[in-house]
């Protein structure tokens, strides 16, 4: 093996490591935005009486599930 092949592979678990925590993240990212949505689109049926318990108004639910 070339020295510069040896270089290159030396540095496949770095960028292999790299790729799978890219895609571990990603994963994350589409599951929390998933679980926003759910949680917003329930929120949305319920009645203003029941928002009301919980302290929210309708205006706040999007504010409220996604922190923004």
Known sequence: MSILAHAHADRLPSLLETVRQGVKQAIARYRHRIACQRAE???????????????????EIHQKVWGQ
């Open 41 to 59: 689109a329930e929120l949305m049926e319920m009645s203003d009486r029941e928002l009301a318990d919980l302290g929210i108004t309708r205006g």
